[in-house]
């Protein structure tokens, strides 16, 4: 259930807002502009590589460093492989993380590190590890932690994470927006450097413009029926999300939104890619998530049974109209078993931007699910 009265008062979700989803939503824009900066004073803007890397292994835990491995991996596309290090361990503790490179790294390949604690001792030893492999080391992490004496020692370059404005760094928000955009943007400075992306000054700056306009559109203020992302959030209120995305940096996106809903919202949802999705999914719509699974549901008693969760579809894309694209067959395939579609499509613009409307539109969704989702937000 959802608390849609919730959603259109702004100060209520303030108050309810209590990891700040919404406020990293809203400076999301502001903790590019930081990281971007962090980089250049941290050297990544002066580097002259002598060559690409032959493959990019990012390590650091939790759904921050998956997202930015992700993301990353998009980007670079056909350049160099981009490869997450999953880690291993007994449990999800700073202390008992484990992180190993693989067999073949070696001189030739660059290892990032990105975490938003920085204590964890497995990415200390990791870092000494590629040290003595000859690897290039690059870790954004919080100034002054533990792990910068490592990266010290292995020669490498730290970048200190851009914290949020006007605040000290809250630990409950690292699957949220500005931790992600904090560890991301000084790797895309590094990347563009290295020649694996496009991601120059003016285009991080696009990137920030882009982040902070979309939050003017999704921001707390903004009524639900001219809000893109309290609409989206009103329309999964009682559905299990199908995200189904179309285009390079639109996967990612998707997979994060599946995360974020999981993690913070506590919202089960699949993310796959078209047009792979139809098969994958395309069951689960004639199912017991199907619209019309149950014939009696218009004489259920709204106030005493809770609904069943009905499949919904969530079409990401990113890629510009005109080319090749299974978007008309998605439709058909939702509308042939009545279910609901929400389409999310960005203005136009360079790759980076689309994306990072895309994050930011579905980040402030999953904020307002997390807030206003009966049973989540201490609201009940």
């Known amino acids: 259930m959802l608390d849609e009265s919730l959603l259109d008062a702004p100060d209520d979700l303030a108050r309810a807002d209590r990891r700040g989803l919404l406020r990293g939503a809203a400076e999301a824009g502001a903790r ?8 250049t004073e941290a050297g990544l803007a002066d580097l002259r590589p002598d060559g690409r890397p032959r493959a990019v292994l990012i390590a650091g835990p939790g759904t921050a460093a998956t997202g930015v491995a992700d993301l990353l991996g998009a980007l670079a596309g056909a350049s160099a492989p981009v490869i997450r290090l999953h880690p291993t361990g007994v449990a999800h503790a700073a202390g008992a993380l484990r992180w190993a490179l693989p067999g073949w790294a070696g001189p030739v390949d660059l290892l990032l590190i990105a975490t938003t604690d920085g204590t964890e001792p497995g990415l200390a030893v ?19 932690s533990p792990l910068s004496e490592a990266v010290d020692g292995a020669h490498g370059v730290l970048v200190p994470m851009a914290k949020a404005p006007y605040q000290e760094y809250d630990e409950s928000a690292a699957a949220g927006p500005g931790a992600l955009w904090a560890l991301l943007t000084p790797l895309l400075v590094l990347l563009d450097k290295v020649g694996l992306i496009s991601a ?20 707390p203020a903004i009524a639900t029926y001219s809000n893109p992302a309290k609409t989206l959030a009103a329309e999964l209120a009682d559905s299990l999300p199908l995200i189904w995305s179309e285009g390079e940096g639109a996967a990612p996106a998707g997979r994060r939104f599946a995360a974020t809903l999981a993690e913070l919202a506590g919202r089960p949802a699949l993310a796959a890619t078209l047009p792979e999705a139809l098969p994958a999914h395309g069951v689960l719509l004639a199912g017991s998530f199907a619209a019309g699974a149950d014939p009696d549901d218009f004489f259920r008693d709204r106030v005493e049974e809770p609904q069943a969760l009905r499949a919904r579809v969530v079409l990401l894309r990113d890629r510009p109209t005109g080319g090749l694209t299974a978007a008309p067959a998605a439709r058909e395939l939702a509308l042939s078993h009545d279910t609901a579609i929400s389409e999310l499509e960005p203005e136009e613009g360079g790759e980076l931007e689309q994306l990072a409307e895309l994050l930011a539109v579905t980040d402030f969704a999953t904020a307002y699910l997390a807030l206003a989702g009966r049973g989540h937000s201490g609201h009940n």
């Open 32 to 39: 590019v502009r930081t990281a971007a900066r962090h980089a």
């Open 126 to 144: 990791l870092a000494e590890q590629a040290y003595r492999r000859g690897c290039s080391v690059v870790a954004v992490a919080p100034e002054r």
């Open 200 to 219: 120059d000054p003016q285009a991080l700056q696009r990137v920030a413009d882009r982040l902070d306009r979309t939050a003017e559109r999704c921001g």
